[in-house]
C-alpha cells in the first residue's frame, strides 16, 4: 500500500502529509481533532539525515502542540549501513529520536505506530516500538532479520532457524508473530480510520508489552523476570 492511500483511508476528514526524500511528515483529522503524523516510506534506511528530521517534528509538537496526538508511519530497512552515518554516530542519533518519543510519551501525548510496510531492526525499534502502541497491516513485514543473515552471524544452521520459527515467534518475520510477542497491539484490516481513531482512545503510556507475549503465548520468560525483579524474589519455572 502507497503511504497516500493509506493516508488517505486512515484519515477520511483530512490530512496535510508531505512526503521529502521519503520523510512523511505533516498533520490529519482524527474525529475532528488534529493529529502530528511523522514517518517513513519507500522501505527507507534510517540515516541521519531523517532519525534528525523525525526527532525534530516530535519535539516541535511538544513545544508547540502541547498534548496533541502523533501518529508514526512506518515503513523503513532498518538503519543505513554506511561509514559515513556509523563514522557520524548513527546509533546516537536514532537514541536521540526514541528519547524524542520518549519526552512525547512522559509530556502526555498520545503516540501511535503503524507498521503499513516494511519495519526492520533499528529503524523499527527507535519510532514504532517506541510508541505507546503499534499496530500493523496484514500485508506488513516485520523482522529482526532474515534467517539467512541470522544463519551468517549465529553460525546456527538456518534449517535449525527454519525449524525454531515454527514453533518460536522470536526467530519468525510477519505481523502476528510480533502480535504474539506483544511488540505488535492488533494487526489492523477493514475500517483503518475507526481503528486507528479507537487506538487513541485505549492509548496508555504503561508498557504492557511483556504481559501481552505472555499472554499471547509468544514471550513465556519476560514478564515473569519483571514481576521477580519487582517483588524481589526468585524466577519460578514453569
Known amino acids: 500500500m502507497s503511504w497516500q492511500t ?3 483511508d486512515l484519515f477520511p476528514q483530512g490530512h496535510s502529509i508531505t512526503e521529502k526524500a521519503e520523510f512523511l511528515s505533516g498533520t490529519a483529522q482524527v474525529d475532528g481533532e488534529i493529529v502530528t503524523v511523522v514517518g517513513t516510506t519507500g522501505h527507507t534506511p534510517i540515516g541521519i539525515e531523517i532519525a534528525l528530521a523525525q526527532a525534530q517534528a516530535i519535539l516541535q509538537t511538544v513545544r508547540e502542540h502541547p498534548g496533541r496526538s502523533i501518529v508514526i508511519l512506518v515503513d523503513t530497512q532498518g538503519q543505513r549501513l554506511r561509514h559515513r552515518d556509523e563514522m557520524l554516530g548513527i546509533n546516537s542519533y536514532m537514541a536521540h529520536l526514541g528519547k524524542c518519543i520518549a519526552l512525547a510519551r512522559q509530556q502526555g501525548h498520545k503516540i501511535i505506530g503503524l507498521v503499513y510496510d516494511q519495519a526492520l531492526s533499528g529503524g523499527f525499534i527507535t ?10 497491516l496484514p500485508n506488513a513485514t516485520i523482522r529482526v532479520m532474515g534467517l539467512p543473515a541470522m544463519a551468517r552471524i549465529t553460525k546456527v544452521p538456518e534449517e ?50 511483556a504481559a501481552l507475549g505472555q499472554e499471547r503465548g509468544g514471550r513465556n520468560w519476560s514478564q515473569r523476570v519483571v514481576n521477580a525483579i519487582v517483588s524481589g524474589s526468585d524466577v519460578q519455572p514453569l
Request: proline share 5%; net charge negative; with cysteine.
Open 160 to 209: 535449525r532457524l527454519v525449524e525454531l520459527a515454527k514453533s518460536n515467534p522470536v526467530f519468525a518475520p510477519g505481523p502476528e508473530n510480533y502480535r504474539r510477542m506483544g511488540g505488535v497491539a492488533e494487526i489492523w484490516s477493514g475500517d483503518l480510520a475507526a481503528q486507528l481513531k479507537q487506538a487513541l482512545a485505549d492509548a496508555d503510556n504503561k508498557d504492557g508489552r
Open 127 to 136: 519510532s514504532g516500538l517506541m510508541a505507546d502502541a503499534c499496530y500493523a
Open 6 to 8: 493509506l493516508a488517505d
